[in-house]
């Protein structure tokens, strides 16, 4: 069964610096998104992408968030400059559609550690 | 603010018995809700759906059963395995929004 792929698992990283996301979404899927979880936390929404542009996002996604589709296949998320409240997992998803009942399916998400 | 939200942080049930996990939200615009499933380590996994137009729906083992009336939504899962262990959301998307809203999660511990 296709999946959400992603990589790294787990990224630590230093205040301030940058980091790139990234996520191999299902090949016939043309949705995307991003949602976190901070630990013991509910779930967020942080950004959907569809035909190359953003066409939706929550508060969270602010400046120092973006998101690319860098090629045909790959889709990232980055943090410019990473905050100690950045430390969360990061879940990226895919959907056929944007249609509620086209599910939204999951990667197993990158565990990020701002120190 | 509108919010998804679980009735009980965690659920013990012994192997065999069934399981119930509610779940209230406060939305009512909210026309379509999703349960997820949440293993260890792993990424949200889609359960059952269901509808705002209807009142029940059911997959293999397990069941959503959605009160409008009182906002209340509840998976009910049959003959509850160890595998089933795992933290269950309740999740809702709305008018037209592609964002889904997830609930706080309900950790359910299955006692062999």
């Known amino acids: 069964e296709p999946e959400v792929t992603q990589t790294p698992s787990h990224q630590v990283t230093q205040m301030g610096q940058e980091v790139i996301l990234r996520c191999v979404p299902i090949?016939?899927?043309?949705?995307f998104y991003w949602y976190r979880q901070i630990l013991g936390q509910k779930v967020e929404f942080l950004v959907s992408?569809?035909?190359?542009?953003?066409?939706?996002k929550s508060e969270i996604f602010d400046d120092q968030f973006s998101v690319e589709r860098p090629d045909g296949s790959n889709f990232t998320l980055k943090i410019r400059s990473t905050k100690l409240e950045d430390s969360a997992m990061y879940f990226c998803?895919?959907?056929?559609?944007?249609?509620?009942?086209?599910?939204?399916?999951f990667g197993p998400g990158t565990r990020l550690t701002v120190l | 603010g509108e919010s998804v939200g679980l009735h009980l942080p965690t659920l013990s049930v012994q192997e065999g018995d069934n399981s119930i996990i509610n779940c209230a939200y406060s939305?009512?615009?909210?026309?379509?809700f999703i349960w997820y499933k949440q293993e260890s380590g792993k990424g949200p996994q889609f359960i059952i759906d269901?509808?705002?137009?209807?009142d029940k729906r059911q997959g293999q083992r397990v069941t959503v059963l959605l009160n409008k009336t009182v906002k209340h939504l509840s998976l009910q899962i049959a003959a509850t395995q160890p595998g089933d262990s795992a933290v269950y959301f309740c999740?809702?998307?709305?008018?037209?929004?592609?964002?889904?809203?997830f609930g706080t999660g309900t950790k359910l511990q299955v006692i062999p």
């Open positions: 939305n009512s615009a909210s026309d379509y």
């Open positions: 998803a895919s959907s056929v559609s944007r249609q509620p009942t086209d599910t939204q399916y």
């Open positions: 992408f569809y035909n190359n542009e953003i066409s939706e």
């Open positions: 269901i509808r705002s137009n209807m």
């Open positions: 090949s016939n899927h043309l949705y």
């Open positions: 999740a809702e998307r709305s008018g037209g929004y592609q964002k889904v809203t």
